[in-house]
């Protein structure tokens, strides 16, 4: 049983810094991607960031793209995000995923974790 476990959410000033984990544990094939989607306050889960191994690549939602970066420890099978120049509305919950196919979209990932809040707020 695939398993993901995210750490590292809480309140953070805007203008602020903070960084996720998620550590997967289980039968994760190496071709796996992981990927970062979160879900404001009232509004649908949206995509962040995505880093393939098999690729060497990572990809990112507009909105965070110049702001954020994915990477992952292959040792520790471990995938990280840094967020950087926070803004109110990155406040979300924050969840990992991994599936077969380095994708923007939800449906491709197929193991999810129970999510980590973030709010940005003065």
């Known amino acids: 049983q695939v398993q993901l476990v995210e750490s590292g959410g809480g309140l953070v000033q805007p203008g602020g810094s903070l960084s996720l984990s998620c550590a997967a544990s289980?039968?994760?094939?190496?071709?796996?991607?992981m990927a970062w989607f979160r879900q404001p306050p009232g509004k649908e889960r949206e995509f962040v960031a995505a880093?393939?191994?098999?690729?060497?690549?990572?990809k990112y939602g507009d909105s965070v793209r110049d702001r954020f970066r994915v990477s992952k420890d292959n040792a520790k099978n471990t995938m990280y995000l840094r967020m950087n120049s926070l803004k109110p509305e990155d406040t979300a919950v924050y969840y990992c995923?991994?599936?077969?196919?380095?994708?923007?979209?939800?449906?491709?990932?197929?193991?999810w974790g129970q999510g980590t809040q973030v709010t940005v707020s003065s």
């Open positions: 995923a991994t599936g077969p196919y380095y994708s923007d979209t939800e449906a491709d990932y197929n193991y």
């Open positions: 880093v393939s191994e098999t690729l060497g690549s990572t």
């Open positions: 289980g039968p994760t094939p190496s071709y796996y991607a």
